[in-house]
């Protein structure tokens, strides 16, 4: 088993930046495919971003420039650093884990999940 807790999420505006963190317990961090999805209001959770075992990276389009994915091993934690955020990011980020050798943008692909963590983006 893994948990995943996220924070940093919060109130913004447009332009602005916030970093959330998901922290890791349990089976080892390092060897996970750790990613973020979000979910806006009525629409399905779709994937933001996410990092393999090696530090490989992969974003979806909507993102690309804006937003950075890191891991840091020894703290069991990811990130996502948000920047020139927009009123459509406003979502629930989620965390995600799965042990895979390669990234996938599948949501059911991923086996852990944190609890979610509110982006709002005023203009």
């Known amino acids: 088993q893994v948990q995943l807790v996220e924070s940093g999420g919060g109130l913004v505006q447009a332009g602005g930046s916030l970093r959330l963190s998901c922290a890791a317990s349990?089976?080892?961090?390092?060897?996970?495919?750790m990613a973020w999805f979000r979910q806006a209001p009525g629409k399905e959770r779709e994937f933001v971003a996410a990092i393999s075992r090696t530090g490989m990276t992969r974003y979806v389009d909507a993102v690309k420039g804006r937003f950075t994915i890191s891991r840091d091993n020894a703290k069991n934690t990811v990130y996502l650093q948000m920047n020139s955020l927009k009123r459509e990011d406003t979502a629930v980020y989620y965390c995600?884990?799965?042990?895979?050798?390669?990234?996938?943008?599948?949501?059911?692909?991923?086996?852990?999940w944190g609890q979610g963590t509110q982006v709002t983006v005023s203009s």
């Open positions: 349990g089976r080892t961090f390092s060897n996970y495919v």
């Open positions: 995600a884990a799965e042990s895979s050798l390669i990234i996938r943008t599948a949501p059911t692909m991923y086996d852990y």
